[in-house]
């Protein structure tokens, strides 16, 4: 096995010589000095739409997609707190390298939790080579978010047809596999539905690079369709069947929307410090001679530090949260854990946005200058906090606390 110092050099063609982390300590090691790597070039790469495809190949040899493969496996499956801090130090370097391996987490998820112990076998395997898992999961023009048209017909052989359209499919350009979330009749129950394990290969599936959101514009959230794509049995999993009992899928999948947004914030006052320090100019009526020495501008980049590191503590909280589930899971600990994911999320939600918008304020006319491209955070911070409506996490918290109403079952909360 290579050590991590080689794998980082290893050319993007040595898929299958990824290091494999072995220890929450080195997930965090790692994912600091990549994100160090990262963010200098975050603000060109946006600028000039330049797909992190190299970066992505640094992120798969490092291993830290496969930190969550469980330790029987091969894995390190890192604490929930310590992954979560490892989206957020990417996310904070470029948000958009954060969100790209978000749905690998969730897939692998999937697999853990339902997938036989062959597939569990492979797919970790692939995981662990370094091998990206995208997603096809949304779809447009249904009634709501949580309605799929996307079918797995049987061809008579043993296995299936795949068909559909499917929008928001973020990393599906960059990864070596497709999970795509299908509709499947089962005898005497109706549709029910399913993840299929596609590769990206595979004959009829189309990745198209038509993501045009104003934010998070590297994420290549395109569309993938599918036109009879042949899909063994062996690499169908019975999502549904994740959500019959207590399960912390969806606050796994919230704990790393949480991440990203934290990271964002975290992004932005970076940039807002370093460019009040070296480029703002201080007002006339301060008296002061820097920027960075008057007490009203004190004041207020003083609050932004605080409503990012509550944000921090927030998401360090429910990261625990969700660990103390995952290993006593109960209703009331799976309740637990997504009221405490959810009330991170809706506070790093503000943070993100309430900061990447005062880094303007703060920062004078010159920091809305395109050359320095500071815009880049607020768009992404508005665009990725529309991923899940933060009014229905406040409204869940609230029954919970209130009335002890745990909050439904379903990956988006």
């Not at 898929?15 to 160090?36: F, S």
């Not at 960059?174 to 509709?183: K, T």
């Not at 003083?302 to 927030?314: N, Q």
């Amino acid at each position: 096995m290579t050590t991590f110092d080689q794998a980082l050099e290893a050319p993007a063609a040595s898929a299958g010589r990824a290091h494999v982390i072995r220890t929450d300590e080195e997930a965090l090691e790692i994912a600091a000095r990549l994100a160090a790597e990262f963010a200098p070039g975050a603000a060109e790469r946006d600028a000039r739409r330049l797909l992190p495809r190299a970066e992505l190949d640094r992120l798969s040899e490092s291993g830290l997609l496969a930190i969550t493969v469980p330790r029987r496996y091969g894995g390190a499956d890192v604490r929930a707190d310590t992954l979560a801090e490892v989206y957020r130090l990417l996310a904070e370097a470029d948000p958009n390298i954060a969100q790209i391996p978000h749905s690998h987490v969730v897939y692998l998820r999937v697999l853990t939790q339902q997938g036989s112990e062959e597939q569990r076998r492979y797919f970790f395997g692939e995981a662990l080579a370094g091998k990206r898992f995208g997603n096809a999961q949304s779809e447009a023009g249904t009634r709501h978010a949580q309605e799929y048209r996307t079918r797995l017909v049987p061809d008579g052989n043993g296995g299936y047809l795949l068909n559909g359209d499917k929008h928001y499919c973020t990393g599906a350009l960059f990864a070596h596999w497709v999970p795509v979330l299908a509709q499947l009749e089962v005898p005497g129950q109706g549709d029910r539905l399913h993840v299929a394990y596609v590769p990206r290969g595979a004959p009829g599936l189309e990745v198209v690079d038509d993501w045009t959101g104003m934010g998070q514009r590297l994420t290549a959230s395109g569309t993938v369709r599918l036109r009879n794509v042949w899909v063994p049995a062996e690499r169908v999993v019975p999502h549904h069947l994740t959500f019959t009992g207590p399960q912390v899928h969806g606050a796994y999948a919230q704990l790393l929307h949480a991440a990203i947004d934290v990271g964002i914030a975290g992004g932005a006052l970076r940039d807002a410090a370093e460019f009040i320090r070296t480029k703002a100019r201080p007002w006339p009526d301060s008296g002061c001679g820097k920027a960075a020495e008057d007490p009203l501008l004190i004041q207020r980049f003083g609050e932004l530090v605080i409503a990012e590191r509550s944000a921090r503590a927030l998401l360090a909280e429910a990261g625990r949260a969700v660990e103390r589930a995952r290993h006593d899971l109960t209703d009331e600990s799976a309740a637990a854990a997504s009221i405490a994911v959810a009330t991170a999320k809706a506070v790093a939600d503000r943070a993100s946005v309430e900061i990447s918008n005062a880094l303007f304020e703060l920062s004078g006319t010159r920091s809305s200058l395109e050359e320095h491209n500071l815009h880049r955070h607020w768009r992404n911070a508005r665009t990725h906090t529309l991923h899940d409506p933060v009014r229905w996490k406040i409204q869940h918290i609230g029954r919970y606390a209130l009335n002890g109403t745990l909050p439904p079952r379903h990956g988006a909360i």
